[in-house]
């Protein structure tokens, strides 16, 4: 057999390694395999999105953590009474809760207090669970008393002084643990704490009956879980 025959008859290279057209054509099997991967990655990605996105829109208050807004509509003060050191008295105060929402929310525990600048002058009070409906207004009425409360001897005379002048300035704190959302299964629960402050009640100079002068007050979210 002629020699140049035989050796025309090698593959390309003449070392029986691949071409370099073989190379080029496996690589771009391998780039065409990983740009499919990748795209099949950011598919699922979008869809992924989409559906957090979508759920969020569906339960937008599970993120919200301004979900209400507390209003004091009016306070009724009784029996109202100061010593040397101790205050007797009772307030119905009525609060006004709003849910901007579009779930409802169930307020299991919601509890006040009064306060006198940083003094507290009652135990705390438990509001009996309410729900307030997506984009509503609920009114919620409470009953704080104080029976001869100690209080601090310079608080005494503040608020004395301010009787003296037919008014006095108090404040009313309150905690709320409620449940976000419209299906028991799905419910996020969250925690507020607010501060319903400068709330002034006239006092009539006969009796010891005082009333919320002016209109209701906002309160201010302090603090959320």
Not at 11 to 25: F, Q
Not at 190 to 215: M, P, Q, T, Y
Request: net charge positive; with cysteine; hydrophobic share 40%.
């Amino acid at each position: 057999m002629d020699k140049s025959v035989s050796k025309s008859s090698q593959p390309s290279g003449g070392n029986g390694l691949p071409t370099s057209s073989s190379n080029g054509r496996k690589l771009n099997k391998k780039l065409i395999y990983l740009c499919s991967i990748v795209m099949a990655f950011l598919f699922f990605l979008g869809i992924a999105a989409f559906v957090f996105l979508f759920l969020l829109h569906k339960n937008p208050k599970a993120t919200n953590e301004n979900i209400a807004n507390f209003r004091v509509d009016s306070i009724l003060v009784s029996r109202f009474k100061l010593s040397s050191s101790k205050i007797t008295a009772s307030w119905d105060i009525r609060l006004s809760v709003q849910n901007p929402s579009t779930a409802s929310v169930l307020y299991q525990t919601f509890y006040t207090w009064i306060q006198y600048k940083q003094e507290r002058l009652t135990n705390v009070t438990n509001i009996a669970p309410f729900q307030v409906r997506g984009n509503n207004w609920t009114a919620e009425n409470g009953k704080l008393v104080a029976k001869s409360v100690q209080a601090d001897e310079k608080v005494i005379k503040d608020m004395a002084t301010e009787m003296a002048n037919g008014s006095v300035h108090f404040n009313i704190g309150l905690y709320a643990g409620y449940w976000i959302g419209n299906e028991e299964a799905k419910r996020v629960w969250r925690a507020v704490e607010a501060h319903c402050s400068d709330l002034k009640i006239g006092f009539s100079s006969h009796d010891n009956v005082g009333k919320l002068i002016g209109e209701p007050i906002e309160c201010i979210i302090t603090k959320t879980w």
